[in-house]
Every structure is written in structure tokens, then in C-alpha cells.
Nanobody
């Protein structure tokens, strides 16, 4: 499993960014994908999850109405469109996919290297 994020950067409050995560090494269309983020001094938190076919999506309350997760299974890529960015969105953003074992009692998480998003004037 390999996940490679891109698209981070410095943006002013109210601005937009689109993150991309290119996946390889597994059948991308068969698995849900997620975006997480980790701000300095804070725990990693789930931002958004999308089902394998894209029909089910969940967001953290803090990003609802501003962020959109979507995927292109033909390109094995998942995206996070981030609009109306706020300073509190500043974090390293990680792409994630998970595999469950032992009837769901254990999980293996796979992560990309992360991409830095900084929202500042």
C-alpha cells in the first residue's frame, strides 16, 4: 500500500486548497478512504471518510459545509477540497486507508507522508 499526498501550502483565511492522495498497491475501488489531520500539539483527528463507491461520506463537524471529499476510482485518487479555510485548519493532512482483521477486532492503518496546510494572513 502506498499513499502519496500533494496540494498543501500556505493560504490566507477564507482561501481554498485542494489536496490529492494518489494510491497504489491495492484495489483502490474496493476500500473506503479517509483524510485525517494533526495540528501541532494535538492528536490526529478524522476529517472526512468516503466509501469505496463514493456513495457514503462523513465529515467532522468542524469542516462540514466547507470541505468536500471525493474520489476518482479510475485514477486511484482521493481528494479533499477545502474552502473558506480558517487558521484552525492549519495542520498536516494525511491520507488513510484501513484494513480490518480478526472479524473487525484489529485494524491496520496505512498512511501517506502528509502534506502541510497553513492558513495565515
Amino acid at each position: 500500500v502506498q499513499l502519496v499526498e500533494s496540494g498543501g501550502g500556505l493560504v490566507q483565511p477564507g482561501g481554498s486548497l485542494r489536496l490529492s492522495c494518489a494510491a497504489s498497491g491495492f484495489t483502490f475501488s474496493s476500500y473506503p478512504m479517509s483524510w485525517y489531520r494533526q495540528a501541532p500539539g494535538k492528536e490526529r483527528e478524522l476529517v472526512a471518510t468516503i466509501s469505496s463507491a463514493g456513495g457514503r461520506i462523513n465529515y467532522a463537524d468542524s469542516v462540514k459545509g466547507r470541505f468536500t471529499i471525493y474520489r476518482d476510482n479510475a485514477k486511484s485518487t482521493v481528494y479533499l477540497q477545502m474552502n473558506d479555510l480558517k487558521p484552525e485548519d492549519t495542520a498536516v493532512y494525511y491520507c488513510n486507508t484501513v484494513r480490518f482483521r480478526s472479524y473487525g477486532r484489529e485494524r491496520d492503518d496505512y498512511w501517506g507522508q502528509g502534506t502541510q496546510v497553513t492558513v495565515s494572513s
